[in-house]
T-cell receptor, first 117, second 111 residues
Framework: GAVVSQHPSRVICKSGTSVKIECRSLDFQATTMFWYRQFPKQSLMLMATSNEGSKATYEQGVEKDKFLINHASLTLSTLTVTSAHPEDSSFYIC?????????????FGPGTRLLVL | QKEVEQNSGPLSVPEGAIASLNCTYSDRGSQSFFWYRQYSGKSPELIMSIYSNGDKEDGRFTAQLNKASQYVSLLIRDSQPSDSATYLCAVDTAYGGKLIFGQGTELSVKP
């Protein structure tokens, strides 16, 4: 299989602080990782595509200065929520794309639940 | 706008029955199709991938793809209460591996 980890699994922070979430592909290299956000009872929302060694590509409406993404190695991407506010409270999920003969497959991390007080 | 459509459900089936989940997509250029299962409060988990027309079986799961009709389905045989979850259909795009997800179908398997 393909294993993707995320850390931390849960974080509570005060409004105005920054929070960093790590996403690691444990048994494969991933040139591309993705960051999603999901609110309760809603669908996954893609925030950005993270490419190793280059700038992330953000989806329309996602503030790149607020959600900083770094993909410095083939196994690690980080998402930093800067100056977090209560409306940023959500379930953040990363995925890593494993390429193969048939194309690529996204494997998801377990997610990080962020609560901003 | 490329779209992936699923019935939102909930779909309720009795234990032991066959659950049938359907998905249509708009982009004829799509080549890769995926089914993910998401339990409440958890992240999505890959169930099946399918790339060619026809059926692909894996245990109790069968994925069916018909590119001419732009239709992909997932059959779950001998449904169990543990299969109760939201099932997400996902279709690839030409944009660096991005997937387009359907809104998900909630499946409830009643004992």
């Amino acid at each position: 299989g393909a294993v993707v980890s995320q850390h931390p699994s849960r974080v509570i922070c005060k409004s105005g602080t920054s929070v960093k979430i790590e996403c690691r592909s444990l048994d494969f290299q991933a040139t591309t990782m993705f960051w999603y956000r999901q609110f309760p009872k809603q669908s996954l929302m893609l925030m950005a595509t993270s490419n190793e060694g280059s700038k992330a590509t953000y989806e329309q409406g996602v503030e790149k200065d607020k959600f900083l993404i770094n993909h410095a190695s083939l196994t690690l991407s980080t998402l930093t929520v800067t100056s977090a506010h209560p409306e940023d409270s959500s379930f953040y999920i990363c995925s890593a794309r494993r390429t193969g003969a048939s194309g690529g497959t996204q494997y998801f991390g377990p997610g990080t639940r962020l609560l901003v007080l | 706008q490329k779209e992936v459509e699923q019935n939102s459900g909930p779909l309720s089936v009795p234990e032991g029955a066959i659950a049938s989940l359907n998905c249509t997509y708009s982009d004829r250029g799509s080549q890769s199709f995926f089914w993910y299962r998401q339990y409440s409060g958890k992240s999505p988990e890959l169930i099946m991938s399918i790339y060619s027309n026809g059926d692909k079986e894996d245990g109790r799961f069968t994925a069916q793809l018909n590119k001419a009709s732009q239709y992909v389905s997932l059959l779950i045989r001998d449904s169990q209460p543990s299969d109760s979850a939201t099932y997400l259909c996902a279709v690839d795009t030409a944009y660096g591996g991005k997937l387009i997800f359907g809104q998900g179908t909630e499946l409830s398997v009643k004992p």
